[in-house]
């Protein structure tokens, strides 16, 4: 019985600190479409993953994997270069509700000013 509450607990603060991959998901077609997303974003495809992050946008207006979708786009802006609008998205994701992509938007923030 103590394991398992002990992995509970483990699996609870992962998941807050945004150590699993992927976000609550939609529709078996939106987890596919996001996980485009993610594989172009992981393979250096800014620019591809950016077109991948707006078609999905369109196709899933109401995505429970709304702020993983920010988090990846300012990630992707990021990388091609695009920090003053990649810092407004990581600030949106800092500052807002809680949620798994808190903590990660925050750390890309203090990245970011560590750059300067």
């Known amino acids: 019985m103590a394991k398992l509450l002990c992995l509970i607990t483990l699996a609870a603060a992962l998941a807050s600190c945004n150590m699993l991959r992927m976000p609550t998901m939609g529709p078996k077609d939106e987890q ?3 996980r485009q997303v993610t594989a172009l974003h992981d393979s250096g495809k800014y620019a591809k993953a950016l077109v991948a992050l707006d078609a999905f946008a369109a196709e899933y207006p109401a995505t429970p994997m709304e702020s993983a979708a920010i988090y990846y786009r300012a990630s992707c802006l990021v ?3 695009d920090e003053a609008q990649a810092r407004e998205l ?3 994701l800092a500052t807002g509700r809680a949620g798994p992509w808190k903590g990660n938007a925050a750390i890309r923030l203090h990245q970011l000013d560590e750059k300067k």
Do not use: D, Q, Y
């Open 90 to 92: 990581f600030i949106k």
């Open 32 to 34: 596919s479409s996001f």
């Open 79 to 81: 990388g091609t270069g």
